[in-house]
């Protein structure tokens, strides 16, 4: 390699470090383009007030249910994106749970990263943790006591 060639690849090396977000250098994760908007409307009605949700995610998805004759539980479920990692949020969620008053009863961080929940009027909570273009994508299900 001559040094032309050198010197183009420090170029172009400086070049993309300075134009790529923080995230990117960090994780090697670019993102294909900024966090959208939302793209569900609001939270259901029946979601928990006392479940934390971050200040700026991206409500992705919402969905509500009432007991009828086949399922016997009402539910309640929210996806979002938000600008952090996910190591963090599950660092986050373990803790605000357990402040709100809910039962950590399994968690899982090895390949499905997850927590299972229960509480007051609650058969059953899941948060599941993946990622989705360079942000944490993270989905919270309640299963409601009859």
Known sequence: MNQRHTAFLAFLAFGLSTFLPAQAVETGCVPSEP???PRADTVP?????N???PEGLALMS??????????PYGYASIEFVVDSDREKMFA???????????RVVTW???????LRFRG??????????SDYDCYPLIGIRIMFLP
Do not use: H
Request: aromatic letters at 14%; charged letters at 30%.
């Open 62 to 71: 919402s969905e509500a249910g009432a007991p009828d004759e086949y399922m």
């Open 120 to 129: 007051d009027g609650i058969d059953e909570g899941t948060i599941s943790f």
């Open 108 to 114: 899982e961080r090895d390949t499905n990263w997850g």
């Open 35 to 37: 966090m959208q908007s």
């Open 92 to 102: 986050l969620y373990e803790a605000e749970l357990v402040k709100a008053g809910y």
């Open 45 to 49: 009605d029946t979601f928990p007030d």
């Open 51 to 53: 479940i934390f949700l």
